[in-house]
Each structure stands twice: as structure tokens, then as C-alpha cells.
């Protein structure tokens, strides 16, 4: 070992195992939060629940669930000056670049000190607290209004919901975005929390790993599907257009956003749960017609010869559409929840750490050397 080189010919590390976990079990068969499946984690747990197993590696009890619920009160609140650099920020900007920056901006005031497991897992529940505050207070400003205090204890994604429109969210949305929550919070080695244990790995400070992780949950390739998605069923009058640009599209060996996944080639188990919760959600708010294009776009992907089915993203862009939220929010609200994963993933590395470091096969100019700069052509 150490001098022998191993070549890889996979592209985007498909089916190399880079590394340990005993944090999220991802397979064909099953999704594992620390060994829960998640479908039962969707049904009986709250965000605060998935959020502390993440972090302390068990599901917690009441009290241990109200003491997390008052530490994340105790941490939410923005500071005047991650406030003022809010309002510098162009209207334009994205949302998730502006809660990459803002989460830095306020990493210069972190509350929490020590780099002990304890101190960590009070820091990502400062940046679990501080996010959805940027994100709150964000869209506040964009909407012409004041960012408001949180409400002292409140459940999560109730928590998201009052700040961001200032009123009592109703039961149905805190539950359904909650449910969101649940699903986005951990997923093993994916191109987010890999970035995130990469720059752990260099023994970096866990707000930084945070910030990687975003830029790269940011594209649309990742976390940034779930806005294309919605994008892409918007784009449509009724099911007639929908199926035939799928169509067209799949010819032309186009990408169809929402759709498709590097582990799970026989569908998302969490697109199933959500997709079963957006049907319901659609009857309610009476818009059948943009199932019907869900649909329609859906079909022609799951029955062709090589099905590829919807991720968990494709219906998460569509619950979101029907809770109201504007869709520049989609994705910061999937790096709301998943910092509880990339927090407990910086710890698991940091406890058994080596550098990330592999090689590259060179294929630029062979030896050449440098003519003085008044001889070149
Ligand atoms: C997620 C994703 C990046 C995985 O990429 P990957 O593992 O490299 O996928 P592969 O290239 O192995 O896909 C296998 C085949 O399915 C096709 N395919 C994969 N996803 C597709 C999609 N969303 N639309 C159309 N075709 C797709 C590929 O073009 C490829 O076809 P080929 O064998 O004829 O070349 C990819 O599916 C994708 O870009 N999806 C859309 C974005 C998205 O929804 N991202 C969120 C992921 S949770």
C-alpha cells in the first residue's frame, strides 16, 4: 500500500467507495438515517428529531427535543451587520449565493468556541438556526418588509414559515415543508457532503465546509433541481405540450431536470413519499392541471426501455409551487435541512481524518520551456 497506484476509468467516481459512514445507508433497496428507514423516519419524526439523530446518532427523547429545539432558539436572530450586508446584496443575486455569503458573514460572529464533538454540535446547530434566518430574512427584504424575530421554541419548519410571512403558518404546510425537511436532510457521499468532507479533510473549520457544500448543492445538477424542475412544469400549458417536448427531448438525448440519479437507478425512495403527499397536496389547492403535466412529463421517462425515474427533487419543486414559495427558495430550503448532514459528516471526518488527495492522469503538452517574452509570436 501507499506506492501503488490505482487507475480509475469511471468517470465521476461511479461505484468507487471513497470512504466510511455510518451516518445514512444509500442502496437500490433502502435509505438509512442511522440505520432508520426513511420512510418511517418521514412518518413518525419531526425535522428536530432527524436533525438531532444526525448529530448526536440518536433519535432523541421529548425533553432531549425540547432542549434542541431551545438551543436553536437560543441561536436564531440575525446580527444588525448580517442584516445591513442583506440589504447591500443586489435584488438580483440567487438565493443560494446570498445564503453562501451570508453564512459567512456571520461566521465572523459564531457564538460557539472549541472544536470539541460537543462545541461542533452546538456550532451546526447555530448554522441550522442562523441559515433559515438569512433565508427569512432575505425574502423579507426582497418583499419590501423588515425581517422578524423567530418565535422562541418553535418547531422548525413552523419556524420557516412564520418568519418568512410573519403570521401563523397553517398545520398543512408546516407539515408538508417539515416532511421536505425530513426527506433533504442526509444522503451519504453525494457531490455536497463530499465537497463538505473534502475541505474537513484539510483539517478546515466547519463553517467553510459549510459554505463548499453550498456552492456545490447550488447547481443544477444537485440541489438546484428542484428549482428546475418546477421551472420545466411551468413552462407548459397542458399535458399535450408536456409530453411531446419530453419526448422530443429524450431523443435529442436532452437532460430532463428532476429526473434520474447516480445510486438509485430503479427510483428515489424518497421521491415516492413526496410524490404521494404533492397529489394530496394538489387536490387541496384544486391544481390538478399541473399534475396532469407532472404527469405527462413523468410517463414517457419511467416506461421508455431504459427507465429513468423522477429523484426526490421533481416533486419537491412542485410541493413547494403549492405551499406559495417562490421557487429561488427551493433549493436554500434543501440546504436548510441537509447542513444537518454535512455538520454530522465534518465530525465523523475530523474523528478519523486523512486528506483528500488523489491523482490525475496529465494528458496537457509534453516538456517544453519558456522563450523570453520578446520572442514569442
Ligand atoms: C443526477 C444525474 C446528475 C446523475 O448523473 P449520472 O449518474 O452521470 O447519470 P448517467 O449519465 O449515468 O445516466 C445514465 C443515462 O441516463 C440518461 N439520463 C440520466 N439522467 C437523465 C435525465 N435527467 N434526463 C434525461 N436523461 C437522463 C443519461 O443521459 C444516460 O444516457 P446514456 O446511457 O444514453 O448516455 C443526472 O441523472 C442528471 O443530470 N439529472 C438531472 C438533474 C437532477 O435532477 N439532479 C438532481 C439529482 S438528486
Redesign the pocket.
Known amino acids: 500500500m501507499g506506492s501503488e497506484i490505482i487507475e480509475l476509468d469511471r468517470?465521476?467516481l461511479?461505484n468507487v467507495i471513497v470512504g466510511e459512514t455510518s451516518i445514512c445507508c444509500v442502496d437500490q433497496g433502502q435509505l438509512l438515517y442511522r440505520g432508520y428507514p426513511i420512510a418511517e423516519l418521514a412518518e413518525k419524526c419531526v425535522f428536530g428529531e432527524v436533525a438531532y439523530l444526525l448529530l448526536y446518532g440518536e433519535l432523541p427523547n421529548a425533553a432531549q427535543l425540547k432542549w434542541f429545539r431551545d438551543q436553536l432558539s437560543e441561536f436564531h436572530g440575525l446580527r444588525k451587520e448580517v442584516v445591513d450586508t442583506l440589504r447591500m446584496i443586489p435584488p438580483g443575486v440567487p438565493m443560494m449565493s446570498v445564503l453562501r455569503t451570508c453564512i459567512s458573514m456571520a461566521s465572523h460572529f459564531d457564538p460557539v468556541s472549541g472544536q470539541t464533538v460537543e462545541a461542533l454540535r452546538r456550532r451546526a446547530t447555530w448554522l441550522l438556526a442562523v441559515a433559515s434566518d438569512i433565508v427569512a430574512a432575505r425574502y423579507r427584504l426582497l418583499n419590501g418588509k423588515d425581517p422578524i424575530m423567530p418565535k422562541p421554541g418553535a418547531a422548525h419548519a413552523h419556524q420557516m414559515l412564520y418568519m418568512f410571512h410573519g403570521t401563523e403558518p397553517d398545520d398543512l404546510s408546516t407539515r408538508i415543508l417539515d416532511l421536505t425537511l425530513v426527506l433533504y436532510g442526509e444522503?451519504d457521499f453525494?457531490a455536497s457532503t463530499f465537497t463538505n468532507r473534502v475541505v474537513a479533510s484539510t483539517a478546515s473549520d466547519m463553517t467553510s465546509c459549510t459554505v463548499s457544500a453550498i456552492g456545490a448543492l447550488k447547481g443544477?445538477?444537485?440541489?438546484?433541481?428542484?428549482e428546475?424542475?418546477i421551472a420545466l412544469i411551468l413552462r407548459f400549458r397542458n399535458a399535450q405540450e408536456a409530453d411531446a417536448w419530453v419526448r422530443d427531448?429524450?431523443a435529442k438525448?436532452?437532460?430532463?431536470?428532476?429526473?434520474?440519479?447516480?445510486?438509485y437507478k430503479h427510483g428515489?425512495h424518497r421521491a415516492v413519499i413526496l410524490e404521494r403527499e404533492m397529489r394530496k397536496l394538489a387536490e387541496l389547492k384544486g391544481r390538478q392541471d399541473l399534475v396532469a403535466i407532472y404527469d405527462a412529463i413523468k410517463n414517457p421517462?419511467v416506461t421508455k426501455e431504459?427507465p429513468?425515474y423522477p429523484?426526490?427533487?421533481?416533486p419537491c419543486g412542485m410541493v413547494y409551487y403549492l405551499l406559495g414559495l417562490p421557487p429561488d427558495l427551493y433549493t436554500p430550503l434543501f440546504a436548510c435541512s441537509r447542513i444537518a448532514g454535512w455538520c454530522a459528516h465534518y465530525i465523523e471526518q475530523i474523528q478519523h481524518n486523512r486528506i483528500y488527495r488523489p491523482l490525475s492522469r496529465y494528458t496537457g503538452p509534453t516538456l517544453r520551456h519558456v522563450t523570453p517574452i520578446d520572442q514569442r509570436a
Open positions: 468517470q465521476g461511479e444522503h453525494n443544477p445538477l444537485h440541489g438546484g433541481a428542484n428546475e424542475a427531448a429524450l438525448k436532452e437532460k430532463v431536470m428532476g429526473f434520474g440519479h447516480r445510486v428515489d421517462m431504459h429513468i429523484n426526490v427533487d421533481y
